[in-house]
């Protein structure tokens, strides 16, 4: 049996990466397509998401091993490598972490105690958000959409299996 952090943040990896992997073909003008209720563009979001798990990697007390997307959209191999550094480093923390609790400062100088499993939560929650609204603006731009969810990635995992016998 695997660990639920794997799969959490293997999940979202493999979601992320077949997002990238589908925005890669758009043209210019549709990656800054954007849709009622999205956060942004197409190219915003990716970075904006990304760049987020980064900030976690940093609230949970390690330095994001991959591009610093602080800057901007990096360019697609920057991108993937980010989405795939994110993830193992989110999982090296969260082994180191989980159990404890993590100050965060903010912009303004606030501080809070936040329970390093929150940090999990957001980050799995905000990445589905945010490729939900991808997928809303390459539907409206008539583009083919992944499929993304848990039983995609099961399946391309070899974690779902037919057993013999059944109807």
Not at 71 to 97: C, I, K, M, Q, Y
Not at 144 to 154: F, L, N, Q, R
């Amino acid at each position: 049996m695997t660990n639920v952090v794997d799969d959490l943040i293997g999940q979202n990896e493999w979601a992320n990466l077949r997002i990238i992997e589908a925005c890669r073909a758009l043209a210019d003008e549709q990656l800054d397509a954007t849709a009622v209720g999205a956060y942004g563009s197409v190219r915003t979001t990716l970075v904006h998401m990304l760049g987020a798990e980064q900030q976690y990697i940093r609230d949970l007390g390690g330095r994001p091993t991959g591009p610093d997307l602080r800057r901007g959209f990096p360019g697609w191999v920057a991108l993937e490598a980010a989405a795939r550094l994110n993830a193992s480093d989110l999982v090296h923390r969260l082994r180191l972490t989980l159990d404890t609790t993590v100050t965060k400062t903010f912009e303004d100088d606030t501080r809070e105690e936040i329970e390093a499993g929150v940090l999990l939560v957001q980050a799995i929650n905000h990445g589905a958000e945010h490729r939900s609204q991808i997928c809303t603006i390459l539907t409206t731009l008539g583009a083919t959409t992944p499929e993304i969810d848990g039983w995609a990635w099961a399946e391309a995992e070899g974690r779902i299996r037919v057993v013999e016998g059944s109807a």
